[in-house]
């Protein structure tokens, strides 16, 4: 059975106690109705992969639900990936699985992709929209955890914490003050001004930092923080620099050569969004002049599947370089990696999931319109969902409603985010036979990408 199309399966609801002890999304609407969980197949037929170790809170969730869940600790190199994510229909990743095309093509049962990060740049979300693969992220939920690293870490590189602690672990007693500062008082450049860089501009402003901030976004600034027009005039500027924007084309090697030399004589860089944003072997070059005094990395251009002794030039070729240099700190992706974080990053993407699968509802996709109806509830027993995903062409809801015609229209909701839209339509009074023919139909429209019908 498919569970992303098929309707034919026969009617399965849970028992309303055992929806009240299990579900996470069980909630009363403002009538007080009890919602309906929407089900054409069974909850032990749903298959999920999660892989990257995540939250057991997100896990319990899904678990819950009667889902088939595999968890594994790392992710997956492509060919193995490829094997596994054939038959799932759910796909639970963080930062280091890459979700190209290629992959994606082998998923045939996929219907939706958890991210449980902030970062959805390593899932091909163009080609996954246009196969109706709807994909979640956790918006914000580790932006605290991001903003306080780096504050540790401004605060370490001024006064050259990871040198001194290394040196003790050796054995060598080295009190210096030369080259060491208190962080009152000093500039502090935001690249990036979104939910991580505005936060951190809150907690650096409490230090007593003067704060600036570089984005291609007009933004208001939090605090007494200022937006500079230009990334050269943030360089000149700041005292310490931190990159927190996303991996794009634009911002591919956005510190490179230039931008070093740019920045003040003994300033200090930090890079905690991704590693394609900091060109590694010239901050190395940077570093060894002295011209940067001090830099924190914790993202790389390679980064490995899993934990282990991997941070060597088979990695990345500059990696003993970067090993060998001072003042130089070194984090393996930890940046959201804290109990808080990776909670509730757990249960936010978990419950989208959920309530994608069981009722269709794309509130806080990245990939796909956003569409929710209000839940069916367990005063209306003979509903059905209509969910139809489709290319967005001129035409194709005149014949979704011709199909659609013969029956009760409850209510209905349709949007489109480039080349692909999603309609969402509840019908009353079908019976189950009527079911499979509305599928029948709607499948066999041309425009047609994925139709789920949920009852
Ligand atoms: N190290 C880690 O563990 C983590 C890393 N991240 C990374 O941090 C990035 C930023 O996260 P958020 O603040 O939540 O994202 P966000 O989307 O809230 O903010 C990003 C900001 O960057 C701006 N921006 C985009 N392109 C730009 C450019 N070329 N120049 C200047 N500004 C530009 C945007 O306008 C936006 O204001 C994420 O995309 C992710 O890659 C996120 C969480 C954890
Ligand atoms: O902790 C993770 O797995 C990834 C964190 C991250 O980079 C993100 O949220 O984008």
Redesign the pocket.
Known sequence: MSMSTSPNDAFHHRSLSSVEGSSPTLRRTTTGAVPKQLKPFREQDVKILLLENVNQAGRDILHGQGYQVEALKSSLPEDQLIEKIKDVHVIGIR?KTKLTSRVLAAAKNLIVIGCF???T?QVDLQYAASHGICVFNS??S??RS?AELVIGEIISLARQLGDRSNEMHQGIWNKVSTKCWEVRGKTLGI???????SQLSVLAESMGMDVIY????N?MGMGNARQVPT?DQLLATADFVTC?????P??MD?ISTHQLETMKQGSYLIN???GSVVDIPALIGAMRTGKIAGAAL??YPAEPAGNGDYFNNNLNSWAEDLRGLKNLILTP?????TEEAQSAIGVEVAEALVRYVNEGVTVGAVNMPEVALRSLTMDEPNHARVIFIHQNVPGVLRRVNEILGDHNVDKQMSDSRRDVAYLMADISNVREVEVAQLYRELESLKERIITRILY
């Not at 690249?191 to 860089?197: A, N, Q, T």
């Not at 992706?333 to 990696?337: L, T």
Request: one cysteine or more; aromatic letters at 8%; hydrophobic letters at 35%.
């Open positions: 930062s990060c902030i970062g740049n918006p914000f580790n932006s991001v690249i990036g001004y979104g939910h991580i860089g570089y984005d291609v976004v933004l990334l927190h924007v996303p991996e794009l634009e911002t956005l905690a969004s991704r914790d993202v992706h930890i940046g959201g990696s």
